[in-house]
């Protein structure tokens, strides 16, 4: 029984050895590292594209929404400052 049982145990190294040595298995580890590569390199320039996205945005359009926002306070001040001194009030140009 002892030598047999030895023997299983090298037939299963052996198989083990075989598959894991396989031109299949081999080419399985070569493409899951060759997509961890790519995916790495995607999550690099996703967040390059994030950062210029987001100072472009910082840059240009943060400025126009605190002037409109300026705009409008002081339309709606000038709309108080009429109304307190009597004059008729002028409607706002709808746009």
Known sequence: MAA???TGDGVLARVSST???SPIVYRGKRVASDAG???KKLLKSTG???WIAGTTFLILVVPLIIEMD???QYNELELQQASLLGTPAVAAPQK
């Open 37 to 39: 590569f790519v995916a």
């Open 4 to 6: 047999r049982k030895s």
């Open 48 to 50: 390059k594209a994030a």
């Open 19 to 21: 598959i894991s040595e």
């Open 70 to 72: 300026r705009e409008a």
